[in-house]
Nanobody
């Protein structure tokens, strides 16, 4: 069973940078594709970034392209999200997600495709 725990969320100012981490326990390390999603109050959960099993393929939501970078370290069982040039609209609870997949190159952008979720970490951007 895959278990995920996010960390790193805090209050920062617009324009600042912040890195989130997700620690994974359980499951086969190399068999899961992973992603970050976020949910702001009153809004639906939305896709942020995804990464393939081997870490060679990444995918980003348009509004974060060029500002956010997703990465993973399978040796340390961690997933990271580096966020630069943060905007007030980036304020949300950020969730780490994982899914088993046979594909080494596939990423998924729909939250329904992910079976495992962390409890979330709050990121607040002040103006």
């Amino acid at each position: 069973q895959v278990q995920l725990v996010e960390s790193g969320g805090r209050v920062v100012q617009a324009g600042d940078s912040l890195s989130l981490s997700c620690t994974r326990t359980g499951g086969a390390v190399s068999a899961v594709a992973m992603a970050w999603f976020r949910q702001a109050p009153g809004k639906e959960r939305e896709f942020v970034a995804a990464i393939s099993r081997g870490g060679t393929i990444t995918n980003y939501e348009d509004s974060v392209k060029g500002r956010f970078t997703i990465s993973r370290d399978n040796n340390k069982n961690t997933l990271s999200l580096r966020m630069d040039s943060l905007k007030v609209d980036d304020t949300a609870t950020y969730y780490c997600a994982a899914r088993y997949t046979a594909s080494t190159r596939q990423t998924a952008t729909s939250w329904q495709q992910y079976a495992y979720w962390g409890p979330g970490t709050q990121v607040t951007i002040s103006s």
